[in-house]
């Protein structure tokens, strides 16, 4: 195979990879569905939306916990190995999830929650730090390429979720409360009875995309000795490097000079840099963010701006679009301008979205739409600029532990974002919320501004 073909066999292995992890943010257009189906089938009968969005919020939980976990496997099992661990959890918590359902609502929170979650952590690391290793001067647009799979994947999934469970787009016609007439479930049993059944659709997706990508992934060679390619498999240290891919030498100097430049760094000595903190919290911002408004948009959404499911479908896919087409023109700009530029504006923009959001409620829908389209422009920009800024600020080298520590801001943020939907959504309504979501933004944006961008670009510089 055409030695120039293996870098982007990797990024294609990549984003097969992301667009199976992009299922799970898909949740919040079939909690409808699931809340309908349990209340009629199964247990608990009284649950409703606020209610659900628990599972949601332990998948994240999970692979936030997880992730951190598949940085430290990767530097010692290799790429193929780890991912493939994680894609046997992720489809595992999908089939069993088939079952769970009928039993109660609760059990989901360990198969699609954390058990999807955890697997969805273990793959995560896997091709970014594999693509960093093959683009190291363009680390920004690699990962970026590979993260268009997971916007992908919530492009093309909810589609096919709506058209499987809800064909001709029928509304929800059981009100609970008259006080609360916008409180909608469905009752109609030919959409009750397909609910189950779209697990079994997104784990066959998982387990497909992933045995695919894992034929390509693989890690370039750390060294470049003074032999034949053919002869590479067997000299090189890492782990995958025994791919049936031949690599000519000419090609992998550049990559493996760059790779003795680096250094590994322990789990220690990340914990003593004060940067780390503030990318811990950026990335926590981000994730309290994004765990309430992927869970909770189309219930928002049907309560507060139209009572039309097929509209609130279009407003899931038209975001992951939107996240999509983020990916790379994030990427790039971190890559030519700053990783501190990048996520400055970034903030920004998110930070004037959260604080309007609340206001397309007295607008047209197409209002709700383009506001939707933006938050997720912005969310999809985190994926493509925090592996630049790892990269820049800790080694390439060190990608896969560093980003699967500030995952941890992915654990607590999507606890907060539970307590958000289950408590105060109730106690100070939806504008309350999203107050303080922008707080929040507001105080990611502030201490940005504090990164001493020059002291990095030093440091990237003496990589190259």
Known sequence: MAVRARPLLVLFAGYLIHFSLGIGPTFGNILPYLVSYVRADSKPSSLRYTDAAYVYSCQLAGWGASTLLGGL?????????????????????SF??????????????????????????????CPLACAIKWYPKWKGVATGVISCGFASGGVVVPFVQTFFINPHNQKPDLVLDPSKPEEKYFTQREILDRVPYVFLIIGGICALFQLVALIFLSDPPSSVPNKSSSDYGATSNDHDSKSAINTDPADLKEISANSKNSHNITFTQVLKRPIFYTLLFVFFVAATTRAFIRALYKAFGLEEVADDDLFMTIVLVTGSVASLIARVPWGFLADTTSFKFALVLQAALMTCLMATLYSTSAMYKVMYLIWMMGVNFCIGGYFSIFPVAIAQIFGRDNVGLVYGM???????????AAFFSHILVDVIHWYGVFFILTGFNIASYLLILTIPIDKYKQAANKQQ
Request: proline share 2%.
């Open 73 to 93: 496997l990767e530097r010692r099992l290799g790429p193929r190995i780890v991912t493939l661990m994680g894609g046997l959890l992720m489809s595992a918590g």
């Open 96 to 125: 069993a999830s088939y079952f769970a359902l009928s039993a109660n609502y609760w059990i989901l929170i360990a198969t699609f929650g954390f058990c999807f979650g955890i697997g969805g952590g273990l793959s995560f690391i």
């Open 406 to 416: 500030v995952f941890i801001g992915q654990v607590l943020g999507s606890m907060l």
